[in-house]
């Protein structure tokens, strides 16, 4: 089992950016695929962005395609979400998520994929 924190979120104003950080519990990190997802109020929980285990494939949810970057320092036992030209309509809970994988290229984008989930961190995007 792997507990996951996420840190980083906060307020900003439109066109501006935020990074997020995931911590993992686990040594075994490079073990799992990762995701991050975003809740609104009011709405479902979505897809933003994953990454596989080796970090070599990505896969993004196509309103952030360009404006928001994924990667993971596997020593670190972190994933981080860049997000950049933020919109007000990108303001939700953000969660990271990890689950366990074989293969070093599978991405996940499916929010059922992933067994374990983090707290999540407030994004507030202001016009």
């Known amino acids: 089992q792997v507990q996951l924190v996420e840190s980083g979120g906060g307020s900003v104003q439109a066109g501006g950016s935020l990074r997020l950080s995931c911590v993992g519990s686990?040594?075994?990190?490079?073990?799992?695929?990762m995701g991050w997802f975003r809740q609104a109020p009011g709405k479902e929980r979505e897809f933003v962005a994953a990454m596989s285990r080796g970090g070599s494939n990505t896969a993004f949810l196509d309103s952030v395609k360009g404006r928001f970057t994924i990667s993971r320092d596997n020593v670190r036992n972190t994933v981080y979400l860049g997000m950049g030209s933020l919109k007000p309509e990108d303001t939700a809970v953000y969660y990271c998520a990890a689950t366990d994988v074989v293969l070093w290229t599978v991405t996940k984008t499916t929010a059922a994929d992933y067994r374990y989930w983090g707290q999540g961190t407030q994004v507030t995007i202001s016009s």
């Open positions: 686990r040594r075994t990190f490079s073990n799992y695929a």
